[in-house]
């Protein structure tokens, strides 16, 4: 419990909070690089709103389109190029987008190869320093992004999807409107709900012992999501269920959640392989990895399990194990009962594959020889953990 606890980036939060952004710009710059990704917030006629907004305060604005939903390094780095000119970057869309905006606002600044300011394997890494003010609008609840200082980017060429983490990424801004989320369709709503549910289960099980505060801060995001996030998934003009979701989405990965728990996220790390490879979307990596991952570090550390199972889903066995198992079988119930998929055969992920992830993401995500988490997991116990969700 010896932990430093920073985030600077002030939240804006509500419905109809996104006609504030024309005023959060102007505070930060006059000449604004607004990231959106390929379609969605053009289709919807948010794009076009967004850009009146700030230029109603004396902003110009210059639109770089096409962040791809797992974005790349050579697209972001374009998007380096454009903002250049430029002193503020606006982020309007998913994690994809926020993520990309970072890296694209720190690079401006950066010497040398920006991938060398991304952690693979157990290389050294060289952190940014100075960004671009960015600015974050967040249209779907899933990552957190719009108000932490991490970025996932996929190097195409190597075919590695790794992430930074470096304080000049915080977001000045993070406008947070839920009304934005009630067009996103019921299969990303679900995506997201998987995401959320890992960023805090994450911490939860592979953390250090004795955090109660933290743990229960967990349970609440969980179990509001379980509430919740159906909701949105099935009626997602649903503003109330909406608006529950995207706050739980912020706080599951602002870092309060985590402090003091040190944990790493052996998922994350696995799944990020899993996308780097096959461009699935990341939640949806996370819900078929999320209930197997359980059911085999359940077997590690029980008593925990049994905890979350009788305070988050009700279990009522006595048996420690029997109740630690039980949180892999409601998670995954769940899951499928959103839609979310639970199998690697459902997103076209073939078995014979399974060795070779399981290698790579020991080699970009581990240190070469294990997973960090509770427990650690070597190459055989990552592909076993992937046959189980075959």
């Keep these: 419990m010896r932990f430093e606890y920073y985030n600077p980036t002030r939240i804006v939060f509500g419905p109809g909070a996104v006609q504030n952004i024309g005023q959060e710009v102007a505070r930060h710059g006059h000449k604004a690089l607004l ?60 994690g994809s987008v926020m993520d990309a905006s970072k890296v694209m606002a720190a690079t401006v600044f950066y010497e040398g190869d920006p991938w060398e300011m991304f952690y693979v394997g157990a290389r050294e890494v060289r952190l940014p320093e100075k960004a671009l003010p960015v600015i974050t609008v967040p249209t779907l609840a899933a990552t957190g992004s ?29 406008v947070v409107d839920p009304e934005l989320t009630v067009t996103v369709p019921k299969e990303h709503t679900a995506y997201g709900i998987a995401d959320i549910i890992s960023h805090v289960t994450e ?24 509430e919740y996030g159906p909701r949105a998934v099935f009626d997602g003009n649903d503003l109330a269920a909406r608006t529950h979701l995207q706050w739980a989405s912020v706080l599951a990965l602002c870092d309060i959640v985590q402090a ?55 279990v009522s066995d006595s048996d420690d194990l029997a109740a630690a198992l039980a949180v892999a079988d409601r998670m995954e119930a769940f899951l ?3 839609g979310a998929p639970v199998r690697l055969s459902l997103v076209g992920i073939p078995a014979s594959a399974i060795l070779g992830l399981a290698s790579d993401a020991i080699r970009v995500a581990g240190n070469g020889k294990v997973l960090l988490g509770r427990p650690r997991l070597d190459v055989e116990m990552v592909a076993e953990l992937l046959r189980a969700c075959a």
């Design 35 to 94: 990231v959106v990704g390929r379609s969605s917030a053009r289709q919807h006629g948010l794009l076009d709103r967004v850009v009146r907004l700030i230029q109603a305060e004396g902003v110009e604005v210059e639109v770089f389109e096409g962040v791809e939903p797992n974005p790349r390094l050579s697209t972001v780095l374009r998007g380096a190029e454009a903002a250049r000119e430029k002193d503020v970057v606006v982020a309007l869309g998913g």
């Design 146 to 174: 719009e108000a932490n200082c991490g970025a996932v980017v996929t190097n195409e060429q190597t075919i590695q999807k790794a992430y930074v983490s470096a304080d000049c990424l915080y977001p000045k801004v993070a």
């Design 203 to 226: 911490s939860y099980f592979n953390g250090v012992d004795d955090t109660p505060l933290q743990d229960r801060m967990s349970e609440a995001v969980v179990s509001t999501v379980l």
């Design 260 to 314: 003091g728990t040190a944990a790493p996220f052996p998922v994350h790390g696995i799944e990020h392989c899993l996308s780097a490879h096959y461009d699935i979307p990341h939640g949806a990596g996370l819900a078929i990895l999320t209930p197997a991952w359980m059911r085999l570090a359940a077997r590690h550390r029980p008593k925990k399990f049994a905890t979350f199972a009788r305070r988050v889903f009700g």
């Design 336 to 338: 499928k009962s959103i």
